[in-house]
């Protein structure tokens, strides 16, 4: 029996925004390797001088397009860029390449984003919420559309515990056409300075420009056959194309590596909090999956736009707690060849503790390897990472210490509707996934893809010699300064006798 969605996208014309990104990849590949689509339009800037078809060609050197590329040699040629930029009017497309287009394109998944916490709000309202209002208007002129994702984030709505599969338009101080409308009359400076009252709640300007721009879904696109897919937290493959593949330093793929050079040490993580995380492949599948079952409608609009959400389920969940475990297991599996200490690393809740413990789990040892940089004749570094590493916990601290539940009905019944073909395909079974085995591949691409170590047992065997060195190190000096602070106590006792 032939697959269901891969026969839907077969001679289909795709147009994708953020198809650089790291979900954006995925979708991009999985769509050239896994269905006879016709043509994938790719919203694309140029970047630091490289013109934009030259960006696409510079993917035959990337490992997530290897497998792809040794079956289908030719496989890009069906990748067509369309210079854009999400901060210009009009996204930077030009006259002719809209009417492109909108005579052409039947599916559009738009997943272009800023996903920095802290980015100016000016630039996240422009990236995030009014790009997302004019690929609607766009849409909307394209004669030929049959299906519109809406790439948005689990957190969109994180200013409460229980997130359904629904719009909270509740939430938002004000709605997104004011929002909009105020960013276009006022300078960027007013409008970063009114950044704390705009976003109430929400914790950054990601999470409220994407509850801005589903407002703007809600509002605006109810006359598409539109759809909102929200992931959790995007972390490395599952099984597609290769196992573990992450190109990104982002959130819990930056404690892992941090964990793993031996420079990270303590962060206020709550290690009973649910760890909302799910795999990039498993993203790509469903964001396909969402396209076909919303083309089923016909053309016919939905009101309000079915949501799909995808995160751990509740039988199958994990904590911080089992995800820094498995983290820490990597130290004897697959270490580093390069690491400045022997990795270990403490959780802590106490939000006033932290300045202190970080100064000497931190900052201290920083001044010393400085030091040690600087009398080599190297220039100091380290006290800088950690400056830029205490900033980004502080950043990522609202999500560390709670726990959310994401409704996943819709998701589910989806998947149901599936044939076990399109199951197997394009798998994003949250519940069957086996977590320690998923860490074993997701720590061997973060040391192959980030760690720049090649997969071989010479250069395991190199990591081992290394980490048990530093291992020998860290109890040794442990032992010190536990004799320092004996040393130390019994002087105190002394005197105070």
């Not at 995030?128 to 002129?141: G, H």
């Not at 060849?337 to 202190?356: A, D, E, G, N, Q």
């Not at 300064?481 to 105070?496: H, K």
Request: hydrophobic share 45%; net charge positive; with cysteine.
């Amino acid at each position: 029996m032939e697959s269901a969605i891969k026969k839907y996208f077969g001679k289909k014309t795709v147009f994708v925004t953020g198809g650089t990104g790291f979900l954006g990849k995925v979708v991009v590949e999985k769509l050239l390797r896994s269905t006879e689509v016709k043509r994938i339009y790719l919203l694309i800037r140029a970047k630091r001088g490289v013109e934009i078809r030259e960006r696409i060609s510079e993917w035959s050197q990337d490992p997530v397009f290897e497998l792809l590329l040794n079956a289908e040699p030719e496989a890009l040629q069906r990748v067509c860029p369309i210079a854009g930029d999400c901060l210009e009017p009009d996204l930077g497309i030009g006259d002719m390449d809209r009417r492109l287009l909108a005579s052409e394109v039947q599916i559009v998944i738009h997943g272009a984003a800023t996903v920095r916490f802290n980015e100016p709000l000016h630039v996240a309202l422009a990236i995030n919420t009014r790009a997302t209002r004019l690929l609607v208007q766009l849409a909307k002129q394209m004669v030929k559309l049959e299906a519109f994702v809406h790439v948005s984030t689990a957190f969109s709505n994180c200013v409460i515990d229980r997130i359904e599969e629904k719009f909270y338009p509740e939430h938002l101080s004000c709605s997104s056409a004011k929002v909009l409308e105020m960013s276009e009359l006022l300078s960027d400076q007013l409008v970063d300075n009114m950044t704390p009252a705009l976003l109430g709640a929400h914790p950054n300007t990601y999470t409220y420009t994407k509850a801005l721009a589903e407002d703007v879904i809600l509002r605006e696109g109810s006359d598409l056959p539109l759809c909102v897919f929200r992931p959790a937290v995007i972390i490395a493959s599952q099984k597609e194309p290769v196992p573990g593949w992450i190109d990104n330093l982002y959130g819990p793929v930056a404690i892992l590596f941090g964990v793993a050079r031996g420079v990270l040490r303590i962060a206020t993580i709550d290690v009973r909090a649910q760890a909302s995380l799910v795999p990039v492949d498993y993203c790509a599948n469903l964001a396909l999956a969402c396209a076909w079952k919303t083309a089923q409608t016909e053309g016919r609009a939905t009101d309000p736009p079915p949501i799909y959400q995808l995160a751990p389920t509740a039988g199958n969940s994990l904590t911080h707690g089992e995800f820094i475990n498995y983290a820490l297991e990597g130290r004897t599996q697959c270490p580093l060849t390069r690491m400045i200490w022997y990795p270990f690393f403490h959780c802590i809740t106490t939000l006033w503790l932290f300045p202190l413990a970080a100064f000497f789990y931190h900052t201290l040892p920083g001044y010393v390897f400085d030091l040690g940089l600087l009398l080599s004749g190297r220039k100091p570094r380290l006290v800088k990472v950690y400056r830029k590493i205490h900033k980004t916990l502080g950043i990522l601290g609202p999500f560390s210490c709670k726990s959310w539940f994401f409704d996943m009905h819709n998701t589910q019944q989806l998947r149901q509707l599936m044939s076990e073909q399109d199951r197997s395909l394009f798998d994003f079974d949250m519940a069957s996934l086996n977590w320690r085995e998923y860490f074993e591949k997701a720590l061997l691409g973060i040391r192959q893809y980030l760690g720049k170590d090649p997969p071989t047992s010479e250069s395991i065997a190199q990591g081992l010699r290394l980490i048990n060195w530093l291992k020998l190190c860290h109890h040794l000096l442990q032992a010190i300064l536990g004799c320092i602070a004996a040393y130390i106590l019994w002087s105190l006792i002394r005197l105070a006798v």
